[in-house]
């Protein structure tokens, strides 16, 4: 992925931080992704222990660094991309709460956390990075993990899919680990996607049959679609089989058996 910091940078500077006329005026996916407040619905409804301690694993453009430094106590954001770290840092210069790391996990000092959140940033082998954030938590602590779905109709439909992208069962055996440990894994369904939520389906209530025909939000679907994804979605809502074709997954796991 090309680093768009430099560019996003000089625009964000242009418009005096800005964002809703800087989008207004540069109509582009890629700035919609970094800048929209949009980007926040994905955790902005969680509820964080405001004492608590959070690393977030990729900078995105501190598109959600803002939201971790008004939920919790103090932020850590990993990143090996120092283009990425320098607009987020000018991005939140007023919040006294983050710390910035350039590098991977051995930049890290021995530093545990209540929270560790990969939006979107699950890299290859993604078993490996999981069990490393793993060894990161506190007792007790939460793994956040937003990820695209392998198996989503958007994405069976022609839209671009991330690099790392897992089916639910797939994630389901990433967070088991080879030692089939005990924990709890509760997932989540943002929809259109993980990026640009703006409903966030859970286990307990899920989409019935009518509910995504027209809401689907086509904001990166190619010009031609390979099917009707509304009709697509009303079939998989009405077979029940939702949580296997939804676009993303959020996932928050546990050591123990606490929420």
């Known amino acids: 992925m090309n680093d768009l910091s430099?560019?996003?940078?000089?625009?964000?500077?242009?418009?005096?931080?800005?964002?809703?006329r800087l989008l207004q005026e540069n109509p582009n996916l890629d700035y919609l992704y970094a800048l929209s407040d949009i980007r926040e619905n994905l955790l902005e409804w969680y509820e964080f222990d405001k004492g608590a301690s959070l690393l977030q694993i990729g900078s995105d453009y501190g598109a959600m660094t803002g939201l971790y430094s008004r939920k919790v106590s103090h932020v850590t954001v990993l990143d090996s991309c120092h283009n990425n770290l320098s607009f987020n840092?000018?991005?939140?210069?007023?919040?006294?709460?983050?710390?910035?790391?350039?590098?991977?996990?051995?930049?890290l000092s021995e530093e545990t956390f209540d929270y560790i959140v990969f939006a979107g940033s699950l890299k290859a082998p993604a078993a490996q990075q999981i069990e490393r954030a793993r060894t990161l938590l506190k007792p007790g602590g939460k793994l956040i993990i937003a990820v695209c779905n392998r198996l989503g109709l958007k994405y069976q439909a022609g839209a671009p899919a991330d690099e790392v992208r897992l089916s639910k069962t797939e994630l389901t055996e990433l967070l088991r680990g080879s030692d089939g440990r005990k924990g709890k894994a509760v997932f989540y369904y943002p929809m259109p996607d993980y990026k640009l939520p703006v409903t966030i389906y859970s286990e307990s209530y899920l989409p019935a049959k009518g509910d995504l025909t027209h809401a689907i939000l086509a904001y990166d679907y190619p010009k031609y679609l390979r099917f009707d994804l509304g009709k697509m979605f009303?079939?998989?809502?009405e077979g029940?089989?939702?949580e296997v074709f939804a676009n993303s997954f959020l996932t928050i796991w546990s050591c123990d058996e606490k929420d």
Request: charged residues 40%; positive net charge.
């Open 89 to 107: 840092r000018l991005r939140h210069e007023k919040r006294t709460n983050i710390h910035y790391v350039n590098g991977d996990f051995d930049a």
């Open 234 to 237: 009303d079939e998989v809502c």
């Open 6 to 20: 430099p560019e996003i940078r000089s625009l964000y500077q242009r418009y005096q931080g800005d964002k809703k």
């Open 240 to 242: 029940k089989q939702f």
